[in-house]
Nanobody
Framework: QLQLVESGGGLVQPGGSLRLSCTAS????????IGWFRQAPGKEREGVSC????????NYADSVKGRFTISRDNAKNTVYLQMNSLRPEDTAVYYC???????????????WGKGTLVTVSS
């Protein structure tokens, strides 16, 4: 049973924007910190952003601060990652993950989506 489903990836030119969506079950979304992670070809997976269940104090990797924004709409069971000013180095498979009853996204996540590919290229 799929717990998390990502969508919104695709091909975009440098400087462009994309909005990723992560849809989860109502229970998971309401009770979890949700994180976005990414893995570029040949590189380790890295954390991009995290938002708590109460939407308080989202955090971001230094590489995306000021360009990416995480938000959640509990009524739609969805967490978003708005990505602006995209760069070729943002190319990666993006995953969302949930940490049940977690405040943040450290220490391992409990549920993972299958990922969506973002390619930034001219």
């Amino acid at each position: 049973q799929l717990q998390l489903v990502e969508s919104g990836g695709g091909l975009v030119q440098p400087g462009g924007s994309l909005r990723l969506s992560c849809t989860a079950s109502r229970f998971i979304l309401a009770n979890s910190a949700i994180g976005w992670f990414r893995q570029a070809p040949g590189k380790e997976r890295e954390g991009v952003s995290c938002i708590s269940s109460s939407s308080g104090s989202p955090n971001y990797a230094d590489s995306v601060k000021g360009r990416f924004t995480i938000s959640r709409d509990n009524a739609k069971n969805t967490v978003y990652l708005q990505m602006n000013s995209l760069r070729p180095e943002d190319t990666a498979v993006y995953y969302c993950a949930a940490k049940l009853y977690g405040v943040g996204c450290r220490g391992g996540m409990d549920y993972w989506g299958k990922g969506t590919l973002v390619t930034v290229s001219s």
